[in-house]
């Protein structure tokens, strides 16, 4: 009687802890962070308006001309971000995963992005500094931010918890560097966002890939380009970092952002990398 006594103790133990779900280990949950490139900067066409429901989005922000409630799954349909944004790299990476993935696999995204940002506003300690002092110079990158409370690294955290309760997470997608150009200090501050998420997720530390992909490329001359060395000196600062490249890839006129074709071969990079890293060898 003791013994039923103390196993029954242990599990109450187990099952209070507050990173114990009841999850899913064939649905694969994606965070999805950075800024205009990642958040959707390419027109959205006719090929991406129909998706498999094995590939899910959980919605971070109210749209309710989308039919979409903050906290709740839905399929994958572009916009992923917010109710305005448009074709994302993390469209086609979910799209490319289950193409390869088993049947038995979902893969389900968590997006959060700012156009227009640094790094410094996933800073869960530095960001109130950071939005403030941006927001004579950007006040339309505060009404973004606003779009997730006003702290984007809160919002995703919250809604990456939530995801918890039903699947796994797998990995990070960040596109993210063209305003931090020149920043030689992004690596560590790309590195304190990963381990503060990971922290506050409950997972080990550096046990998650990150993939970071590069900025329009010196190829497509891009205005940017020479933020690229700085991102390939990532994987010096966490471990389990791989960069993703953008060479080959072209921009539209403003060479900042991404083609609508080059986001979907952006999006596909991301998950070849991916796949890889879970044993399945994909040809680009």
């Known amino acids: 009687m003791k013994k039923i006594g103390m196993l029954w103790f242990l599990c109450c133990i187990a099952f209070g802890h507050e990173h114990v779900f009841a999850q899913d280990p064939n649905f694969h949950i994606y965070l999805c962070l950075g800024q205009s490139n990642m958040e959707g900067p ?3 066409e006719s090929q991406d308006t129909t998706v498999s429901t094995r590939f899910q989005l959980l919605a971070t922000v109210d749209c309710p001309q989308l039919g979409r409630t903050q906290g709740n799954w839905y399929p994958a349909k572009p916009p992923l971000f917010r109710c305005n944004t448009r074709l ?3 469209d086609y990476f979910g799209r490319t995963l289950i193409a390869h993935l088993p049947d038995s696999i979902r893969v389900g995204v968590v997006p959060v992005a700012v156009g227009g940002s640094k790094i410094e506003i996933f ?5 109130r500094a950071y939005l403030d002092s941006s927001a004579t110079e950007r006040p339309w990158m505060i009404n973004m931010a606003n779009a997730y409370g006003g702290n984007p690294y809160e919002r995703l955290l919250t809604m990456a918890r939530l995801a918890q309760k039903q699947g796994v997470i797998k990995g990070i997608l960040l596109h993210q560097g063209e305003s931090n150009t020149g920043d030689k200090a992004w690596p560590g501050k790309v590195q304190k966002v990963y381990a503060d ?10 046990s998650v890939p990150l993939l970071a992909g590069e900025v329009v490329n010196q190829d497509q001359d891009g205005k940017c380009a020479s933020m690229n060395a700085i991102i390939a000196t990532l994987p010096q600062t966490i471990p389990k970092a791989y960069v993703i490249s953008s060479a080959g890839l072209p921009a539209v006129p403003d060479k900042l952002h991404f083609t609508s074709q080059s986001i979907r071969e952006l999006g596909k990079r991301y998950a070849v990398r991916m796949l890889s890293l879970q044993g399945f060898e994909v040809k680009e």
Do not use: R
Not at 123 to 127: A, T
């Open 42 to 44: 390419a027109a959205i």
């Open 123 to 127: 800073d869960k300690v530095q960001y």
């Open 197 to 206: 998420l990971l922290k506050d997720l409950g997972l080990a530390p550096d």
């Open 88 to 90: 994302s790299p993390a």
